[in-house]
């Protein structure tokens, strides 16, 4: 059974940093893509960013650039996303997602709360 | 960059209508849109996936098409678990997608 796991999330002050993490079980996690895609509670889903199968290409979304970082250790199964100057508008519950072999993203983890405010 | 455009946002339908939502891209691409179902406090789950493909397991009352622009998400008959908010997604851009709004389908 596909699982995808999040964790790292919390309360932090604008301006910190944290690291989400994606534990993946169930599937060859290196064979796929993975991504990070948020929602702030009640609105729409926006993409965050996304990584490649063996970590040789990345993507960003606009407002993340230079602030965000997706890595992964296909050893230990994980999806990371370093999060750094944080935003109040970065405030949003946090999907790790698994990119399908044909398209789309097939299965999503439950999600982890991060909350910037002072 | 590539956005995608629902209509409507909010949908109200009975259980046995056919309902139809719609996402246009600003930009052709092709057929790589994807559609997802979300329910409250849930995870998005994919139904569709290259425009008209049905993902395994998703009933086949679910439907998609369009190519370029333009494309449709249609329930031929809705069930009471269809009513939940629904969004497409274009996957044309390698690892730089885009989802559209969001159609909440509300009970009438």
């Known amino acids: 059974e596909v699982q995808l796991v999040e964790s790292g999330g919390g309360l932090i002050q604008p301006g910190g940093s944290l690291r989400l993490s994606c534990a993946a079980s169930g599937f060859p996690f290196e064979d796929y893509g993975m991504a990070w895609v948020r929602q702030v509670p009640g609105k729409g889903l926006e993409w965050v960013s996304s990584i490649n199968y063996n970590s040789g290409r990345t993507g960003y979304v606009d407002s993340v650039k230079g602030r965000f970082t997706i890595s992964r250790d296909n050893a230990k199964n994980s999806l990371y996303l370093q999060m750094n100057s944080l935003r109040a508008e970065d405030t949003a519950l946090y999907y790790c997602?698994?990119?399908?072999?044909?398209?789309?993203?097939?299965?999503w983890g439950q999600g982890t709360l991060l909350t910037v405010s002072s | 960059d590539f956005q995608m455009t629902q209509s409507p946002s909010t949908l109200s339908a009975s259980v046995g209508d056919r309902v139809t939502i719609t996402c246009r891209a600003s930009q052709n691409v092709v057929t790589s849109v994807n559609w997802y179902l979300q329910r409250p406090g849930k995870a998005p789950h994919l139904l569709i996936h290259s425009a008209s493909t049905l993902q395994s397991g998703v009933p086949s009352r679910f439907s998609g098409s369009g190519s370029g622009t333009d494309f449709t998400l249609t329930i031929r008959s809705l069930q009471p678990e269809d009513f939940a908010t629904y969004y497409c997604q274009q996957s044309h851009t390698s690892l730089r997608t885009t989802f559209g709004g969001g159609t909440k389908v509300e009970i009438k």
């Open positions: 997602a698994r990119a399908a072999v044909a398209a789309g993203y097939d299965f």
